[in-house]
């Protein structure tokens, strides 16, 4: 089965420092990967689309500037959270979806901003 | 706006209770209904519906999607309290759209002995 791997699962940062995810599809070609942010108790909000080899897409109110993904291969996307504040901390999601494939999650990063 | 509710937003039963989880929709474009339950970290996958009334089982849990009341239902019987999660729903539009799926806000499980 589809399988996808995000990395780190736990990440502790200081405030005013980047903070990279990676998200892995492991065997199959993802062509559309999205990031979700997950506060507790809550659902699953989408924050961007990004397909393989072109800018991302995002929701409105997401900050593009600060939430910069890149989506450079078919296999690989990753999350960069820029200059990273304790209101960021969060469950950051990514799925993954391809030719045949349904949508897929990664396990999640928990970030927290110290 | 498309639009995922689910119901209800929390549940607390008893192990071997039989519980429904609603979600309703109103979506600009339709191509499957997910559904997935999500423990302490990432969602895990449960079914996908695109026909109308035609069940999917796995073991316990069960789903049915109804195309023209805009909703699905999803069952648990004899639950266990390892099914204690939180149950999402979503709603993916036809490919070659933006595929994004759109999620309910849940439904809190929990099973108690």
């Known amino acids: 089965g589809a399988v996808v791997s995000q990395h780190p699962s736990r990440v502790i940062c200081k405030s005013g420092t980047s903070v990279k995810i990676e998200c892995r599809s492991l065997?199959?070609?993802?062509?559309?990967m999205f990031w979700y942010r997950q506060f507790p108790k809550q659902s699953l909000m989408l924050m961007a689309t990004s397909n393989e080899g072109s800018k991302a897409t995002y929701e409105q109110g997401v900050e593009k500037d600060k939430f910069l993904i890149n989506h450079a291969s078919l296999t690989l996307s990753t999350l960069t959270v820029t200059s990273a504040h304790p209101e960021d901390s969060s469950f950051y999601i990514c799925s993954a979806t391809g030719e045949n494939y349904g949508y897929t999650f990664g396990s999640g990063t928990r970030l927290t901003v110290v | 706006e498309d639009k995922v509710v689910q119901s209800p937003l929390s549940l607390v039963v008893h192990e071997g209770d039989t519980v429904t989880l609603n979600c309703s929709y109103e979506?600009?474009?339709?191509?499957?209904l997910l559904w997935y339950k999500q423990e302490k970290k990432a969602p895990t996958f449960l079914f996908m519906l695109t026909s109308s009334g035609i069940e999917k089982k796995s073991g316990r849990l069960s789903s049915i999607l109804d195309k023209k009341e805009l909703f699905s239902i999803l069952n648990i019987t004899a639950t266990q309290t390892g099914d204690s999660a939180v149950y999402l729903c979503a709603v993916a539009p036809p490919t070659g759209t933006a595929s994004k799926l759109t999620f309910g806000t849940g439904t809190r499980l929990q099973v108690t002995l």
């Open positions: 979506v600009t474009n339709f191509r499957s």
């Open positions: 065997d199959f070609q993802a062509t559309t």
